[in-house]
């Protein structure tokens, strides 16, 4: 007894996409940028790429995935984050809140 639907077997299927977030990045590079750990100094940064949600930068180490963090891109005032992925000197950060309209736009306007 089989227990598919016989049309399922034609049903078309996408195939899976590589990028996952559903936001599209904005690609920057700003060299004013930094990343606080919770009781940790500030450590100079690179913006990497910019979407309302997250980021992605450059630093030389001290931030594993699942550390909250402050960020301050651009001289901004400190965006709570989690680091969300982390692969040699990249990481990833999802923030708390959406970026800020004036700031995001001020951020990809830097980067054309």
Same mark, same amino acid.
């Given at each position: 007894m089989?227990?598919?639907?016989m *049309?399922?077997?034609y049903?078309?299927?996408?195939?899976? $996409?590589l990028?996952?977030?559903?936001?599209?990045?904005?690609?920057v590079?700003?060299?004013?940028?930094?990343? $606080?750990d919770?009781?940790?100094?500030? /450590?100079?940064a690179s913006?990497?790429? /910019?979407?309302?949600?997250g980021? $992605?930068?450059?630093?030389d180490g001290g931030?594993k995935?699942?550390?909250? !963090?402050?960020?301050r /891109?651009?001289?901004?005032n400190? !965006?709570?984050a *989690?680091?969300?992925w982390?692969?040699g000197?990249?990481?990833?950060?999802?923030?708390?809140e959406m970026?800020? $309209?004036?700031?995001?736009?001020?951020? *990809?306007l830097?980067g054309?």
């Open positions: 089989l227990m598919g639907y *049309t399922s077997q049903r078309r299927v996408e195939p899976a $996409r990028e996952q977030r559903a936001a599209h990045r904005h690609p590079l700003l060299g004013r940028a930094s990343v $606080r919770s009781g940790k100094e500030m /450590l100079e913006l990497v790429d /910019l979407s309302a949600y980021c $992605r930068v450059l630093l931030i995935v699942g550390d909250r !963090i402050w960020l /891109l651009a001289g901004s400190p !965006i709570s *989690t680091a969300v982390a692969e000197n990249r990481l990833g950060c999802k923030f708390d970026l800020d $309209r004036a700031l995001f736009r001020e951020l *990809t830097q054309c």
